[in-house]
């Protein structure tokens, strides 16, 4: 199960860790994407829209829990690169601990405030009891959702991507499955996506429980393990809490944008639901590189071997721009192709073209400062991170995309452009961070007793 990333090809190691991952994130991505495909098919744009909004605030959660356990992908890391046993099986343990009473409390805070939730994010009115009958059944789920990710981090700390993937592709066939069954067969409409998702995501859970019971993990792990240890949660919690932030902020300003969209209307708020998944999709490349770059660079580090966690970042920057780019280019020619494989509704067609084609080019942008996130992350230094972000939504998404919509009231591509806008502003940050870090470390050097502190 521990892989170790420290020697041979960094090249080799990127893609083999990589692949695993984006093919994993494709199947988790292909949940929401399986719900609103289906929901299209066998419901109105009511439907489409209470799906479309209730997957964006999940996806929000899903990914803030993603966040914040890459503080534990980071520290386990750290320790199998140094060989530390012993302290990798102190990181698994206080991971559990901590992850089981976050979801314990984000759990029953959520189910009391669903329908404040979906008014806050101004749900069109034929939509609100679809969105809220779809929010309870997934806030239901939460513990779920929290215990795969919390597996899915230990495995790739562990420098394992493959198992995630096994665990996921199981629970994605099942999820499919569902979806038709109770939206096609029985019509539970939201209500049935959520319990397809719902219910898969927990066969994924059991699914990882049982193979890593069956396993050889190379781990003794003792009561001792799991006792809560200021240091190692201090230390997962420096990492994990900025990159959940960051990650709730770049959510939170697409449920802005989200709320633009809705007063705009019914058909504009079904093609920014609609394009926000297809984007999910296109951006799985730039978030393979992000857990890529951060599980090889926090061995590495670990190891002592400054020249290769660089390394491996220059691969991946090379690798995410030419992807971003022949993306970009193709979504040019086909994306009223690509919006009308979700609906039928041609003024939803239209408005989705519109705001894809501007919205796409931030694949390039995004790309490059996933990438430098990784790398940033791997050396405990999140607060980068969480910096280029805040400055990216507060300065130039969401007030480009209010401006947009309040301007050109015929048109959505204004406001796709506000989203590579605001990720130029991020890639020029994270190179002057960059910058700043090697000359801090004196030609790429830092005490490995000094990493994961993190400061910034």
Known sequence: MEKNLTSGSVFRNMLRFALPYLFSSFLQTLYGMADLFIIGRFGGVDAITAVSVGSQVMHMLTVMIVGLAMGSTVTIGQEVGAGRSRKVCEAVGNTVILFMAVAAAVTVALLACVRPVVALIATPAEAVSGAVAYLTVCFAGIPFITAYNILSSVYRGLGDSKSPMYFIAVACVINIVLDYLFIGVWHLGPMGAALGTTLSQAVSVVTALAAMRGQKTGMVFKREHFRPQKRVMAKMLGIGIPVAMQDGFIQIAFLVITVIANRRGLHDAAAVGIVEKMIGVVFLVPSAMLSAVSALCAQNI??????????????????????????????????????????????????????IRGYIWDC????????????????????????????????????GAYLASRFFADTLFPMGLAAPGGSLLSVLICVAAFIWMRRRMGKNKIPVEDVGAGTF
């Open 302 to 355: 670990g190891a002592d071997r400054h020249d290769r966690a660089e390394q491996t970042l220059r691969y991946a920057l090379a690798l995410t721009f030419f992807y971003g780019l022949a993306v970009s280019l193709l979504i040019q020619i086909c994306a009223g192709q690509a919006v009308g494989l979700f609906t039928q509704d041609e003024a939803a067609i239209l408005l989705g073209s519109q705001y």
């Open 364 to 399: 390039i942008f995004a790309g490059a400062h996933f990438c430098f996130s990784g790398y940033f992350c791997a050396y405990g230094m999140s607060g980068i991170s969480f910096l280029h972000n805040f400055c990216s939504i507060v300065l130039v998404r969401v007030p």
